[in-house]
């Protein structure tokens, strides 16, 4: 519902999705949604697993920061990707979509090693954590309901 609002307002012929303009308005869309609600979720997240000391919080955190980091490589990678050949590319620039898909994964594959860190850190020296209820809310609101949706769809 959301989506098809920001869609049918930002996107001009929306409907029109044999067109490559269209279809790039629609990738940068996603890629402007993505960095914004990702941003917003880091910080909400990271402040809670600050206080009340939770890795798993703090983890979560960092993920959605790398999502955000992920959808400014895609568009990045998106804009270069779609300048045509010149003298140089004679075949173009489309290769910069593989490349912008690497760095994403060096960034996702830098923080799992980082998260595996501290998580061996807190298993040697263990740390108290401390429950609150708008740590508790947060965590229902703030997760990820596309995880929810396909294992739902899973399910017989």
Do not use: C, W
Not at 20 to 43: C, H, K, M, P
Not at 65 to 74: C, G, K, P
Not at 120 to 133: A, E
Request: hydrophobic share 45%; proline share 3%.
């Amino acid at each position: 519902m959301l989506s098809q609002f920001l869609v049918k307002h930002f996107i001009k012929d929306y409907n029109r999705i044999e067109l490559s303009e269209v279809r790039g308005r629609y990738g940068y869309l996603s890629g402007i949604v993505g960095i914004l609600a990702n941003t917003i979720l880091f910080v909400i997240k990271l402040t809670t697993g600050l206080m009340i000391n939770s890795i798993a919080f703090i983890g979560d955190a960092f993920n959605n920061l790398m999502d955000a980091a992920s959808s400014l490589v895609t568009i990045i990678g998106f804009k270069l990707a779609s300048k045509p050949a010149d003298e140089e590319h004679p075949f173009g620039h489309g290769r910069l979509e593989y490349i912008s898909g690497l760095i994403v994964s060096f960034l996702i594959i830098l923080v799992g090693y980082e998260l595996f860190k501290s998580s061996i850190d807190r298993i040697i020296n263990p740390v108290q954590v401390n429950f609150s209820l708008p740590a508790f809310l947060i965590v229902i609101f703030a997760t990820d309901q596309r995880d929810n949706k396909s294992s739902a769809r899973r399910s017989p």
